[in-house]
């Protein structure tokens, strides 16, 4: 397999547009190092390029290497004033042009096991999915992961991964101790027992330097222990993603908090009990049929996430699948009815929804979960398809913190796409029709996916 070009080159090689897209941050060398890349003009589809607008119908991609030199239609770039004679032009056949898509929650390493994590990956990478951020796992394996992803290694979508804080309470939990196995868990850099006189400078620097992209606040804190982690995590520029009930700290709390993400919309429910539980590891279940989505508690929680800008990673079909099996341990912990409601009213009153699932599809499955959450986002989180796909794609960049690089198609940034034979507006269960797909500018087609076990 050969080597990816750097993840957002500002070398423009061609003759073609180079004044226009080259900035002053142009290296010589990386130019030269790269020039030998074709300019590819592909054309014959519609381009949605994830930032709500409308399709744009016979568009057109001049690229070059893993670099977006310009966003236009087939007849400017063909046969306009302005088309570069050099370039090699492959008309796509039809269909829909969409970003890369980006699951928001998977793990990979609970318990690490390499061939199992390489072929969820590569099924992944086959559907559309070229990133994904896993919120929580050893970090070890994520970090050998997230690595080899990038060096082009295996095939396998781009891997951003959390490192884990905690009250050391909750890392008796079998998940944590499978995590660090080998050490101690919660004395690791990838996953820490944060107590009030931990020094959180340093706690953040080690998380940081076990390659994470963002701190998960799991359980069993304090509110006042959650905002000062949040403060020095994006001092150092971190993002912070927690759960929305972080036991005893509740969903209001953990959102004025200043955390950009907070995951598992049932989990709201406990804003609107009197009483809750201080410990993750408890038996009690908030009293469902006492609540109801448009009270006032869901307003000012909703409102507050709205100022502080807090994106909710729903897992809404983890809820749904759950409820559809008695014996999955979930079933009962949450009222599916209930978690679409709050994520319709969440949307409804413009809380940025990003798409995470949080469980695998069997492994006969040939498509992985992400799709199975974008249609429940659709079908009863009152999102429309294009809102569904921006969840998956620049929003859930913002949640990374990729946005710049990631999520949006526009000039200047990395050839990854994913090339669909029908429309998902229509239909969000056409992201499945997946002919092909390019990640940093290498190309996968669909037609050479074979089923890895
Ligand atoms: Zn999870």
Not at 119 to 135: C, I, P, W
Not at 303 to 309: I, T, V, Y
Request: net charge negative; charged share 20%; glycine share 8%.
């Amino acid at each position: 397999m050969r080597l990816v070009p750097a993840m957002m080159p500002c070398s423009m090689r061609s003759t073609f547009l180079t004044v226009a897209v080259c900035t002053g941050l142009c290296a010589p060398v990386a130019a030269q190092a790269q020039s030998s890349a074709p300019l590819e003009i592909l054309y014959g589809f519609t381009l949605i390029d994830g930032r709500g607008g409308l399709p744009i119908p016979d568009a057109a991609l001049a690229i070059q290497g893993n670099e977006i030199l310009t966003v236009s239609t087939r007849r400017e770039l063909l046969s306009g004033p302005d088309a570069p004679r050099d370039a090699v032009a492959t008309n796509l056949g039809g269909g829909f042009v969409v970003p890369g898509l980006i699951d928001a929650h998977v793990h990979l390493a609970t318990a690490p096991n390499r061939q199992r994590a390489e072929a969820e990956l590569y099924r992944m990478l086959y559907a559309g999915v070229t990133g994904v951020r896993d919120m929580a796992g050893d970090g070890r394996a994520l970090a050998s992961l997230a690595r080899d992803s990038r060096l082009g290694l295996i095939d396998a979508p781009d891997v951003y991964f959390s490192a884990l804080m905690a009250g050391p309470s909750f890392l008796s939990d079998p998940r944590p101790q499978s995590s660090a196995a080998g050490e101690t868990a919660g004395d690791v850099p990838w996953m820490q027992a944060i107590t009030p006189e931990t020094d959180l400078v340093t706690a953040v620097a080690q998380a940081k330097g076990s390659y994470a992209t963002g701190i998960k606040i799991y359980a069993n804190l304090e509110p006042a222990i959650v905002r000062n982690i949040t403060a020095e995590a994006h001092r150092q520029g971190m993002r912070v993603w927690a759960h929305s009930m972080v036991f005893p700290t509740r969903p209001l709390e953990v959102v004025t908090s200043g955390v950009d993400v907070i995951s598992h919309v049932c989990r709201l429910a406990w804003e609107g009990m009197a009483d809750a539980p201080t410990e993750y590891h408890h038996d009690e279940l908030p009293l469902y049929d006492h609540l109801d989505a448009e009270s006032a508690i869901f307003t000012e929680l909703f409102d507050a996430m709205k100022r502080e800008g807090t994106m909710l990673d729903a897992t809404l079909a983890m809820y749904a699948r759950a409820g559809e099996n008695p014996d999955n341990p979930l079933s009962d912990r949450c009222q599916v009815d209930f978690a679409r409601s709050l994520v319709e009213r969440a949307h409804r009153e413009g809380v940025p929804i990003i798409a995470g699932t949080d469980f695998s599809t069997p492994r006969t499955d040939p498509y992985p979960s992400l799709h199975r959450e974008l249609e429940e986002l659709v079908n009863f989180g009152g999102l429309s398809a294009m809102s569904a796909i921006e969840s998956a794609t620049r929003v859930a960049a913002e949640a990374i913190g990729i946005e710049d690089t990631y999520g949006v198609l526009e000039r200047g940034r990395p050839v990854t796409f994913v090339l669909l034979d029908r429309d998902p507006l229509q239909d969000i269960g056409n992201l499945r029709s997946v002919k092909a797909v390019w990640k940093n500018g290498e190309r996968f087609d669909r037609s050479s996916y074979r089923p890895r076990r």
